[in-house]
């Protein structure tokens, strides 16, 4: 994998920081695969974590954002973030609808007792992240 560079903006720790303890591994887990996920696009050399809504969020050139986030409304579950208003969550309901949870159109949901499909939530984020590019693609290229 390349060199990626993660411009990380100090308020994000900050959220990380307030989840228990249990979610806060989940939380760094998803982290770690969003910028895995990033790293192994070839024309991405930086990812901006910033928060947006107050939930960590990840932008990318060409991308569209991603959030992630737990709420204490709803402690068992956490989850990715899409922009509802694009083709990426009903795209991936018609792909992986027999491995993921969603939620409307803008959301994957996990549980907290969940394995995460690692190799099928990598091409949902390389999805999110060249979705300018893939936007016109069947299924987004997926």
Not at 111 to 140: G, N, S, W
Request: glycine share 4%; hydrophobic share 35%; proline share 6%.
């Amino acid at each position: 994998m390349k060199n990626l560079q993660i411009q990380t903006h100090p308020e994000v720790e900050s959220v990380f920081d307030t989840y228990p303890n249990p979610v806060r591994e989940k939380m760094a887990n998803l982290r770690k695969l969003v910028l895995e996920a990033a790293a192994g696009i070839t024309d991405i050399t930086h990812v901006e974590e910033t928060l947006k809504w107050g939930e960590p969020s990840y932008l990318v050139k060409k991308g569209s954002t991603l959030r992630i986030d737990w709420k204490k409304k709803k402690p068992d579950q956490y989850a990715l973030y899409f922009k509802c208003t694009s083709k990426l969550v009903p795209t991936f309901k018609e792909v992986y609808g027999d491995t993921f949870r969603f939620e409307g159109n803008r959301a994957i949901i996990f549980q907290m007792k969940d394995k995460i499909p690692e190799a099928a939530l990598k091409k949902c984020i390389v999805a999110c992240f060249t979705y300018h590019r893939v936007k016109q693609l069947p299924l987004l290229g997926l």
